[in-house]
T-cell receptor, first 111, second 115 residues
Framework: GENVEQHPSTLSVQEGDSAVIKCTYS??????FPWYKQELGKRPQLIID?????GEKKDQRIAVTLNKTAKHFSLHITETQPEDSAVYFCAASRGWGKLQFGAGTQVVVTP | DADVTQTPRNRITKTGKRIMLECSQT?????MYWYRQDPGLGLRLIYYSFDVKDINKGEISDGYSVSRQAQAKFSLSLESAIPNQTALYFC??????????????FGPGTRLLVL
């Protein structure tokens, strides 16, 4: 089955700096890669996703890149703000609904 | 997202007890999932159901069972709870309709403590 590894497990950044979270996956048939954000005490929510026919996708301050050859994808957050502090999960799917999640990255943005 | 609800929100039980966690949704989605979240382990899939007559095991189904009573309801049972089932449990839903999107919508979670 699919295995998703996520690094780092914790990330501390200064407000205004950029944050990068990286994930690798094992199943070459995976074609859908979402990112979920979980604020403290809240439920995970989708923030951005990418499909295997696209190399990069942006939405305001967040972007995701995908390297199918190397089987890794990354989340980039620019100009970080305190409200970006949360746990971020990457996931991979073959495109039929079942997601395999990474272990999560705790991001702390310090003012 | 108020469209996916879970009851109870918190539960303390003792080893060996049977408990049921319930999930309801008003989103009209046909796909439902149960996950458990443990620190450092992410979200691990316990069971999933793509329609009322479809039930599938996830990666950690041992010790758990589920029931899909209706399209909108998906229950998770722990037949005989043990302490290492202490975790945060999430229900999630997704759609498979004409404008299929794989986005999963999570409930607020149930925090379970097994003593």
């Amino acid at each position: 089955g699919e295995n998703v590894e996520q690094h780092p497990s914790t990330l501390s950044v200064q407000e205004g700096d950029s944050a990068v979270i990286k994930c690798t996956y094992s199943d070459s048939a995976s074609n859908y890669f979402p990112w979920y954000k979980q604020e403290l005490g809240k439920r995970p929510q989708l923030i951005i996703d990418i499909r295997s026919n696209v190399g990069e996708k942006k939405d305001q301050r967040i972007a995701v890149t995908l390297n199918k050859t190397a089987k890794h994808f990354s989340l980039h957050i620019t100009e970080t703000q305190p409200e970006d502090s949360a746990v971020y999960f990457c996931a991979a799917s073959r495109g039929w609904g079942k997601l395999q999640f990474g272990a999560g990255t705790q991001v702390v943005v310090t003012p | 997202d108020a469209d996916v609800t879970q009851t109870p929100r918190n539960r303390i039980t003792k080893t060996g007890k049977r408990i049921m966690l319930e999930c309801s949704q008003t989103k009209g989605h046909d796909r439902m999932y149960w996950y458990r979240q443990d620190p450092g382990l992410g979200l691990r899939l316990i069971y999933y159901s793509f329609d009322v007559k479809d039930i599938n095991k996830g990666e950690i189904s041992d010790g758990y069972s589920v029931s899909r009573q209706a399209q909108a309801k998906f229950s998770l049972s722990l037949e005989s709870a043990i302490p290492n089932q202490t975790a945060l449990y999430f229900c999630a839903t997704s759609d498979s309709g004409l404008f299929y999107k794989e986005t999963q919508y999570f409930g607020p979670g149930t925090r379970l403590l097994v003593l």
